[in-house]
T-cell receptor
């Protein structure tokens, strides 16, 4: 299985941008890059996903490297409610198999 | 729109006892997943259903874990007998089914403590 590598933890100040990195050097051509986040005492929630091009939605932006071996989740203005564990997941195109790693714990300071 | 419902929210049992968890997915969602999340780790897929059929149960410890989705809607996950290492949060998720890379919607989970 293709795997991802993320920092264990990151800190950010409120209202500043946050860049959460993810390395996936063994990604295959048909793997999509998905991001989910998990707030305390809740199940994970979908954030964003992409294949090759950068993606934007109301929650975040996803920047994908040209060689697809890394990606970055961008929160444009962090709020206290963005404090969560963020998971970067590679998902094969032909099935809905979701394999979570340990993720990055984001702390947002007021 | 109602989310994925799970019950109970918390459960405490002694080792060797049995326990069951219940999940009601989002209406119309054909695919249902059970995940196990041990403290400090990401969720691990236990079993995936498409309607009432099993798609993937390769990581389900079948000697003690069982799951069913008889009518293709609600699902139950059972552990019999429980071990100390089964202490974890059990998450249920659902998705529409039939589409590539579709979003998963998770419930809040059942936190199991085995003493």
């Amino acid at each position: 299985d293709a795997k991802t590598t993320q920092p264990n933890s990151m800190e950010s100040n409120e209202e500043e941008p946050v860049h959460l990195p993810c390395n996936h050097s063994t990604i295959s051509g048909t793997d999509y890059i998905h991001w989910y986040r998990q707030l305390p005492s809740q199940g994970p929630e979908y954030v964003i996903h992409g294949l090759t091009s950068n993606v934007n939605n109301r929650m975040a932006s996803l920047a994908i490297a040209e060689d697809r071996k890394s990606s970055t989740l961008i929160l444009h203005r962090a709020t206290l409610r963005d404090a969560a564990v963020y998971y970067c997941i590679l998902r094969p195109d032909d099935n809905n198999d979701m394999r979570f790693g340990a993720g990055t714990r984001l702390t947002v300071k007021p | 729109e109602a989310g994925v419902a799970q019950s109970p929210r918390y459960k405490i049992i002694e080792k060797r006892q049995s326990v069951a968890f219940w999940c009601n997915p989002i209406s119309g969602h054909a695919t249902l997943y059970w995940y196990q999340q041990i403290l400090g780790q990401g969720p691990k897929l236990l079993i995936q259903f498409q309607n009432n059929g099993v798609v993937d149960d390769s990581q389900l410890p079948k000697d003690r874990f069982s799951a069913e989705r008889l009518k293709g809607v609600d699902s139950t996950l059972k552990i019999q007998p429980a071990k100390l290492e089964d202490s974890a949060v059990y998450l249920c998720a659902s998705s529409l089914g039939g589409q590539d890379n579709e979003k998963l919607f998770f419930g809040s989970g059942t936190q199991l403590s085995v003493l």
